[in-house]
DNA sequence: TCTGGGGTCCTAGGACCC
DNA sequence: TCTGGGGTCCTAGGACCC
């Protein structure tokens, strides 16, 4: 038994996309829902209502198969916004129990309600009341975990899906998770879960069976994180973290599938100029400054490959961006290959150093100043009022840094 | 099964430096 | 010529999560 316990609860909206979509279109209730596209597109299931699930429908399965699981099957577009509106609504429900609040990721957070029994009550007091109040204000159900670690909290709010509260006493954590499957750790996907069973450990209770240093010369550094998994304890990583220490994002990207692949070098520079505006714009959104580049490149086969650059002083100019990914491109496209998918993606961010060169500031500045102007634009008249790559479209004329002239301003505003 | 898009973290090898 | 050891940065790939 610990000396000292937290007490963190794992709040896990119930089937959020789909129950977002039905306030939207209440005809969806009840009814069989896969959200992430229609039936024949290319792309995969991002989240199905609890009857689609009955016919075997899954998140990340692609849509074709869901289609054939379950004919009868409505399939809906994903609405981003609104899923970003109603995550900020639950964030607020749950910052009025505590201010320690760690959203993990659109859907689910993570609360720190340590030492608030004065406040709240007994735990699973509080946690139905914070039930209650999700649903009253937001008319979004969820499952609420709790426990004395992060990994326990989310491992019982799994558990108690759907709309259910399940609290773990301090002390039974390691009988908790013995009869789980050691797929139930998260972390462990397809992979692990395979080299685990080879072990013989299949069960999270196999674990006390092996010696952690065994683990750990196995595995590595993951093999010593497993064991402590195994007992309930967030061992190292962010687990381990605060909670409510609010990150920064160490990457942003953007990528695209086509949905039929090209080869068609016009086509996919402009893709490149699209995709590597968008990065900019999130960076200046940031206030970021990348210096890592990247370029992702899947071919038709299915086979993908990654090429990047690390610039000497970091950027979140459009035209650069595009500048470095365009050179990949061109170095390691395997020339007329049908592309699948394309992706830009941007890390090593850094304070914009001072530049020796004060001319060339001067002008990123200028740039700058243009680009943030056309961010405004397109939030008020939409995303297409206004383009970089406006020439490109057509058939991509070359650009210089000589003539950066005519580019933000154009289009229809 | 014909496989999205946005992230995080880890590993491993090579370059380079002391 | 027969050759260490560590640290850091960079690149590529892969597992995993929602």
Redesign the pocket.
């Known amino acids: 038994m610990p000396v000292f316990s937290r007490t963190i609860f794992h709040v ?1 909206m119930d089937a ?1 996309f789909v129950s977002v979509e039905e306030l939207f279109d209440p005809e969806l209730k009840g009814k069989a829902v896969v959200v ?2 229609q039936r024949h ?6 989240a199905a209502s609890y009857e689609a699930r009955k016919f075997g429908v899954h ?7 869901a289609a ?1 699981l379950c004919p009868q099957a409505i399939f809906v577009d ?1 609405h981003p916004d609104r899923y970003r509106q109603y995550s900020e609504r639950v964030y607020g429900v749950l910052g009025s129990f505590t201010p320690l609040v760690e959203m ?5 957070a993570y609360l720190d309600m340590t030492g608030t029994e004065r406040l709240h009550g007994p735990v699973l007091d509080a946690a139905h009341r914070l039930h209650q109040k999700m649903k009253a204000e937001t008319q979004l159900n969820c499952s609420i975990g709790i426990g004395s670690s992060r990994l326990v909290a ?1 491992v019982s709010s ?1 558990k108690a899906k759907p709309h259910g509260v399940l609290w773990v006493i301090p002390g039974c954590e390691a009988k908790f998770l013995a009869p789980l499957d050691v ?1 139930d ?11 685990l069973n080879d072990l013989g450990i299949r069960k999270v209770g196999d674990f006390a069976r092996f010696e952690t240093s065994f683990l750990e010369e196995r ?4 093999g010593l ?1 497993l064991a402590g998994k195994s007992r309930g304890e967030d061992a ?3 687990f381990d973290s605060e909670v409510g220490a609010d ?11 086509y949905n039929e692949d090209t080869s068609d070098p016009a086509q996919l520079e402009s893709t490149l100029m699209r ?1 590597s505006e ?2 900019g714009r ?1 960076l200046r959104e940031h206030g970021s400054y990348a ?2 580049i ?2 992702k490149l ?1 071919y038709k ?2 086979s ?7 610039l000497a002083s970091p950027t979140q100019l459009d035209t650069e961006i595009f500048e470095q990914v365009r050179a ?1 491109f061109r170095n ?1 496209w395997k020339k007329n290959a049908e592309i ?2 394309l ?1 830009v ?1 941007v ?2 961010f850094e304070e914009m150093a001072g530049q020796g060169d004060l001319l060339e500031d001067g002008r990123r500045q200028k740039w700058q100043q243009a680009l943030s102007a056309a961010d405004r634009l397109r939030d008020k008249f939409g995303e297409t009022s206004v383009s970089l790559a406006g020439g490109m479209r057509g058939g991509f004329r070359e650009r210089t840094h000589e003539n950066p002239a005519g580019l933000p301003g154009k289009g229809k505003s």
């Open positions: 896990d959020f992430g596209g597109e290319r792309g995969v299931v991002s998140s990340a399965m692609p849509l074709r198969t054939k994903g993990a990721s659109i859907d689910e989310k799994a797929r750790i998260p972390g462990v996907g397809k992979v692990t879960e395979k080299n595995f590595g550094k993951w994180a190292g990583g962010w990150v920064d994002p160490k990457s942003i990207s953007h990528e695209h599938t995709l968008m990065v999130r210096r890592t990247q370029l899947r086969d299915f993908t490959i990654t090429r990047a650059h690390t990949l390691n699948r998918l992706g993606h890390s090593g």
